[in-house]
């Protein structure tokens, strides 16, 4: 299903200029779909308030990951193929470590990657909907929603070239 949706973006050429016109737009309760940076800015990412549960998905990756590894490990060494001869003992764990350190890891990135791809539908064949390609050179872009905006256009307009926006347009993009 192909949708088409109106933006308004602020085009700022330096990241005070973006601080100081995100937090006045927060203040008059503008709703701010995203914001495009060349590189991460604290205040921004504080202020979207966007929370995320990756770490959390991450973790428990790790937890199954290593149970898992632990456990076919163990299968493995001590009750499908053992080696009985003098002195070994039943499980010798110590050599377990590094395999499960390393598989782990691997473990943890893989689900966690697969499960952000999955979450931001980022797959092979989709196109990508930029917004401004200068917000990957030196420019910083504030989104809005024209939909959700929560105040007019041209007070956003007004708030945003008062506040050292050097360009602000209207963009319609179409997404599926």
């Given at each position: 299903m192909i949708t088409n949706k109106k933006y308004l973006v602020g085009v700022f050429d330096n990241e005070h200029t973006l601080k100081d016109a995100f937090q006045k737009a927060l203040d008059k309760g503008v709703v701010i779909e995203e914001v495009y940076t060349p590189y991460p800015i604290h205040e921004i990412l504080h202020?979207?308030?966007?929370?995320?549960?990756?770490?959390?998905?991450?973790?428990?990756?790790?937890l199954i990951g290593v149970t898992a590894i632990i456990g076919g490990m163990y299968y493995a060494a001590v009750i499908?193929?053992?080696?009985?001869?003098?002195?070994?003992?039943?499980?010798?764990?110590?050599?377990?470590?590094?395999v499960s350190?390393?598989?782990?890891?691997?473990?943890?990135?893989?689900?966690?990657?697969?499960?952000?791809?999955?979450?931001?539908?980022?797959?092979?064949?989709?196109?990508?909907?930029i917004i401004d390609i200068r917000a990957t050179d030196d420019k910083f872009i504030i989104v809005l929603d024209q939909d959700k905006m929560g105040i007019e256009i041209p007070a956003v307009t007004q708030l945003f070239q008062s506040n050292g926006a050097s360009e602000v347009y209207e963009k319609e993009s179409t997404s599926n």
């Open positions: 202020g979207m308030k966007n929370k995320t549960h990756i770490t959390h998905a991450a973790f428990f990756f790790g499908d193929w053992p080696l009985l001869f003098g002195g070994k003992p039943f499980n010798t764990f110590p050599s377990f470590i590094v350190i390393v598989a782990t890891i691997l473990t943890i990135t893989i689900l966690t990657l697969l499960t952000f791809s999955i979450r931001s539908k980022i797959y092979p064949g989709k196109t990508a909907d």
